[in-house]
Structure formats: structure tokens, C-alpha cells
């Protein structure tokens, strides 16, 4: 291996130690990483910037602002206070929490969209008494799953679909995935309700 090989393994190694042991800001480590690739000559300027031009990282960011103008209007706070009522055990409270996050991360991405729900479900969580730690990981694999129906739904489908397009020169429908991954769709789908309902 070159000089440039061992370069990059030791900065990786430096990177990771300062996000994991330090209360360095993850942007400011990637881009310091990047910066320092750049200047030493190992990445081009082309190389650097690859990444900002990939359409699946600008669809994720509108999706940021998308769902914090849902947060900004109240829109999260309205359907969490009239649409969830007030459930009187965790299995109905899991149950209220499950089609709405569905749809949401199918037609949002599913990272803005918990984002967005934590601290909306944490507040009624507490005002109908129940534990919030008994609704948040139920809410990240909701909307994990509501992430499988459909193109936008999760940060790693616009990726895999980047990569595609370059490799086959055809992207894929909005729905593809659903059709194409059905069955483990349905095993999740199916491990969700065991959790609620059983």
C-alpha cells in the first residue's frame, strides 16, 4: 500500500477517535477530514464535491425542510393532540402512534420524520401517563418500515437508486421498492404486529 493508503487509514483513525471521545460537532470532523484529503492532494476538487451533486443527499435535505415546516405550522402538534386522543394503555397508545407515522415516513423521509415526532410524542406520552421510553424505539421501527414503501421513504433508498441509475442509466418508480422487497416488507410488517398486538 502507498503512502496515500496508510494516510487515509490513519485519519480515519483519528476522525473516529475525535467523534467517539470528544464533543467535536460530526460536520466540522467530515469536513476537516475532507479538507485535509483535499489539500494533500489524495482527493480532487471534482472527488470532494462528489457527493454534495447527489440527488438522494438534496432529496433527503428538502425532506428536512419539508418536515420542519410541518413542525414550524403546528401540523405535528394538531395531529398528535386530535388525531392520537387519549389512549388508555401502551398497546392502544402504539396502535394511534402507527398509521399516521407510516404514512408520514412513506411520503416524507423517515429521519425528518422522527425527528420531528420525538418531542411531540414525548410531551403526550406525558400527558396521558405513559412512559416515553415505551413509545420511542415502537416509533423508529414504524417509521423504518413506513420508510419500505416507497423511494423517498429512507435515506438508503435514494442512495441505492443514486448508485443504480449510474450503473443501469434507469431509475426506479416510486413504489419499486415495495414490489421488489415485498417479502421482507411483510416479515417487518408482521414482527410490528406481533409487538403491538400480541
Same mark, same amino acid.
Given at each position: 500500500?502507498?503512502?496515500?493508503?496508510?494516510?487515509?487509514?490513519?485519519?480515519?483513525?483519528?476522525?473516529?477517535?475525535?467523534?467517539?471521545?470528544?464533543?467535536?460537532?460530526?460536520?466540522?470532523?467530515?469536513?476537516?477530514?475532507?479538507?485535509?484529503?483535499?489539500?494533500?492532494?489524495?482527493?480532487?476538487?471534482?472527488?470532494?464535491?462528489?457527493?454534495?451533486?447527489?440527488?438522494?443527499?438534496?432529496?433527503?435535505?428538502?425532506?428536512?425542510?419539508?418536515?420542519?415546516?410541518?413542525?414550524?405550522?403546528?401540523?405535528?402538534?394538531?395531529?398528535?393532540?386530535?388525531?392520537?386522543?387519549?389512549?388508555?394503555?401502551?398497546?392502544?397508545?402504539?396502535?394511534? !402512534?402507527?398509521?399516521?407515522?407510516?404514512? &408520514?415516513? /412513506?411520503?416524507?423521509? *423517515?429521519?425528518? =420524520?422522527?425527528?420531528?415526532?420525538?418531542? @411531540?410524542?414525548?410531551?403526550?406520552?406525558?400527558?396521558?401517563?405513559?412512559?416515553?421510553?415505551?413509545?420511542?424505539?415502537?416509533?423508529?421501527?414504524?417509521? !423504518?418500515?413506513?420508510?419500505?414503501?416507497? &423511494?423517498? /421513504?429512507?435515506?438508503? *433508498?435514494?442512495? =441505492?437508486?443514486?448508485?443504480?441509475?449510474? @450503473?443501469?442509466?434507469?431509475?426506479?418508480?416510486?413504489?419499486?421498492?415495495?414490489?421488489?422487497?415485498?417479502?421482507?416488507?411483510?416479515?417487518?410488517?408482521?414482527?410490528?404486529?406481533?409487538?403491538?398486538?400480541?
Amino acid at each position: 500500500m502507498e503512502w496515500q493508503g496508510w494516510f487515509c487509514l490513519a485519519l480515519t483513525v483519528v476522525a473516529l477517535s475525535l467523534l467517539t471521545l470528544t464533543r467535536m460537532a460530526p460536520h466540522f470532523v467530515m469536513m476537516a477530514v475532507m479538507t485535509i484529503l483535499s489539500a494533500m492532494g489524495i482527493l480532487s476538487g471534482d472527488e470532494a464535491l462528489a457527493g454534495f451533486s447527489n440527488s438522494g443527499l438534496i432529496t433527503v435535505a428538502a425532506m428536512f425542510v419539508v418536515a420542519a415546516g410541518i413542525h414550524g405550522s403546528g401540523g405535528v402538534d394538531l395531529m398528535v393532540n386530535r388525531a392520537l386522543g387519549h389512549p388508555k394503555s401502551v398497546r392502544s397508545a402504539l396502535c394511534r !402512534i402507527f398509521a399516521p407515522v407510516v404514512v &408520514l415516513s /412513506g411520503f416524507l423521509n *423517515n429521519t425528518p =420524520v422522527v425527528a420531528t415526532m420525538i418531542p @411531540a410524542i414525548h410531551a403526550w406520552s406525558r400527558k396521558i401517563k405513559i412512559p416515553p421510553s415505551k413509545l420511542m424505539i415502537p416509533l423508529s421501527y414504524t417509521a !423504518i418500515l413506513g420508510g419500505t414503501l416507497t &423511494l423517498i /421513504g429512507t435515506s438508503t *433508498n435514494l442512495v =441505492v437508486n443514486g448508485q443504480y441509475q449510474e @450503473a443501469h442509466r434507469e431509475r426506479w418508480l416510486f413504489f419499486v421498492l415495495y414490489y421488489r422487497c415485498w417479502y421482507p416488507c411483510c416479515v417487518g410488517w408482521y414482527g410490528l404486529y406481533l409487538d403491538v398486538f400480541a
